[in-house]
């Protein structure tokens, strides 16, 4: 089946490293996403990483994949107030030649002093 | 704004009444989706359109009807519909090919629908 899970919520404070963790199903998938979505907004495309690779790093952001568990996980640096938002991982498994893309619940992250 | 304008921002309707959500891009892409957000629960994807033709319908119900009459807008027709179905109503859009597939989808700021 076509699930992908994430815990639902995740308090750290300002300046301290925030681990988000993803488990995906379809070890096919091409490409796994992290989005990040602010109050009132739609998901915004945030980082990727493909899937012949084991980490990503892009600027305070570092993503690790672990094909043989299917985990994903993006750590946030020195993480800001700015940085408080739900946090989605999404999966691209192969779906008859288009870019379908399968979304877990999403992390609520809360960045207090 | 993303590229990708979804109108209205809010809505509250009756569950006897017909009403339409808008979803508009200019982007180029030829794929376009519209997906629920539920509050704790997983993103659903509700239906695929790559290049005006619809390619997956997730099981939705039949008050939930989709539309695209080009490339560039996608409707949702909704009507007779459930409390329930307040959610949040996310439309995105991609360039639906192998070389594009790592820029991912690009998202409306969705519609907050209330059913009442």
């Known amino acids: 089946g076509e699930d992908v899970e994430q815990s639902l919520f995740l308090s750290v404070r300002e300046g301290d490293s925030s681990v988000i963790n993803c488990t995906y199903t379809d070890s096919s998938s091409t490409y796994l996403y992290w989005y990040k979505q602010e109050p009132g907004a739609g998901l915004q495309l945030l980082t990727y990483i493909f899937s012949n690779m084991d980490m990503k790093q892009d600027q305070r952001l570092t993503v690790l994949l672990n094909k043989k568990d299917k985990h994903l996980s993006l750590r946030i640096a020195d993480t800001q107030t700015g940085d408080s938002a739900i946090y989605f991982c999404?999966?691209?498994?192969?779906?008859?030649?288009?870019?379908?893309?399968?979304f877990g619940a999403g992390t609520r992250l809360a960045v207090h002093p | 704004e993303t590229g990708v304008t979804q109108t209205p921002r809010h809505l509250v309707m009756g569950m006897t009444n017909k009403k339409s959500l808008k979803c508009e891009q200019h982007l180029g892409h030829n794929a376009m989706y519209w997906y629920k957000q539920s509050a704790k629960k997983p993103l659903e994807l509700m239906f695929v359109?790559?290049?005006?033709?619809?390619?997956e319908n997730n099981s939705v119900p039949s008050r939930f009807s989709p539309e695209c009459p080009n490339s560039s807008h996608l409707f949702l027709h909704l009507h007779t519909l459930q409390p329930e179905d307040s959610a949040l109503y996310l439309c995105?859009?991609?360039?639906?090919?192998?070389?594009?597939?790592?820029?991912?989808?690009?998202f409306g700021s969705g519609t907050r629908l209330t059913v009442v």
């Open positions: 359109y790559n290049f005006k033709e619809q390619t």
């Open positions: 995105a859009s991609s360039q639906d090919n192998a070389v594009a597939a790592n820029y991912g989808y690009t």
């Open positions: 999404a999966e691209s498994p192969p779906s008859g030649g288009y870019n379908k893309l399968i």
